[in-house]
């Protein structure tokens, strides 16, 4: 016995290493973007040379920096929009519809995250030309809510799942449509999943590189901007400034988005009737 429990003590430690080494290569990287965005140099090197905001002061009245935002933000509001509409549909009849046809189609729903985004953004690019769009905003639109779509299904998906099912059995019985009992009862009971899908689905979209390589047009998106800077040494400080904001950011929509997913399938657990 003592012998199998200092065997276990020592797998733990093991274990334990491994799990700190991991997130200091998962991390570490990441957590040098904002050091080096204060740092008063042009040089992403050690030793530091002193503190400065400057470099954040410099992020103001570019025009190019928010052009490139402005195309973003509402590029990605439309396709987490979009995203999430489908989300909720394909997740919905997934669960309630009884048919082979629509658990074929979320599972055709979900695959895009299984497939490279070189291949995603060449398909995208060669269809867009074939139906006369061409690099467009629409088509980035359009390719983002493919991206976006497999987070928006799996979330939703998950929440319609945590709901009992007697609650719209019960609303059944009482006389309601198919479609008033999603709109009455189902979607409003998932509104904070429906949030925290919309949410990702920006994120995803906001971040989202390879896909825009392919198709944006002559209006860049923030990603595609930062690309085209990492080509000037005296522009590093000022991207690394403006990947600490974005960053930052991120961590707060993606924290909010999972507060609020979590706080549905709390209140599922808690209320199962």
């Known amino acids: 016995m003592r012998a199998e429990h200092a065997g276990t003590k020592r797998d733990g430690r093991w274990l334990g290493l491994y799990v700190l080494a991991y997130l200091v290569f998962l991390y570490l990287p990441v957590l040098l973007i904002p050091l080096f965005s204060f740092n008063d140099s042009i040089q992403a090197a050690f030793p530091l040379q002193g503190f400065t905001l400057q470099w954040y002061a410099t992020l103001y009245g570019n025009p190019a920096l928010s052009g490139a935002l402005a195309n973003s933000l509402a590029i990605g509001v ?31 729903a979900r695959l ?28 980035i639109v359009l390719g983002h809510i493919l991206v976006a779509l497999p987070t928006t299904v799996v979330i939703m998906r998950s929440r319609f799942a945590a ?43 906001f971040d989202e590189f390879i896909v825009v390589f392919f198709l944006a047009g002559t209006e860049p998106t923030l990603p595609l901007y930062i690309w085209s800077q990492l080509r000037f ?3 590093l400080p000022t991207v ?13 929509i993606a924290g909010t988005a999972e507060i609020l997913r979590h706080r549905g399938l709390g209140a599922a657990r808690r209320n199962p009737a």
């Open 78 to 108: 439309v396709a987490a929009s979009g995203a999430t509409l489908c989300g909720i549909t394909v997740s919905y009849m997934d669960l309630y519809g009884r048919s082979p046809l629509a658990v074929t189609i979320s599972a055709i």
């Open 163 to 205: 709901i009992p099912r007697t609650v719209r059995e019960a609303a059944l019985d009482l006389g309601a449509s198919d479609w008033t009992t999603f709109r009455r009862v189902m979607l409003p009971l998932s509104l904070p999943a429906v949030l925290s899908a919309f949410m990702l689905a920006f994120l995803i979209s």
């Open 112 to 139: 895009p995250i299984l497939i490279p985004g070189v291949i995603v953004g060449i398909s995208l690019l060669i269809l867009v030309n074939l139906i006369g769009l061409g690099p467009s905003r629409i088509a």
């Open 233 to 235: 040494p005296r522009s």
């Open 240 to 252: 690394m400034a403006l990947g600490t904001v974005i960053l930052a950011v991120s961590f707060i």
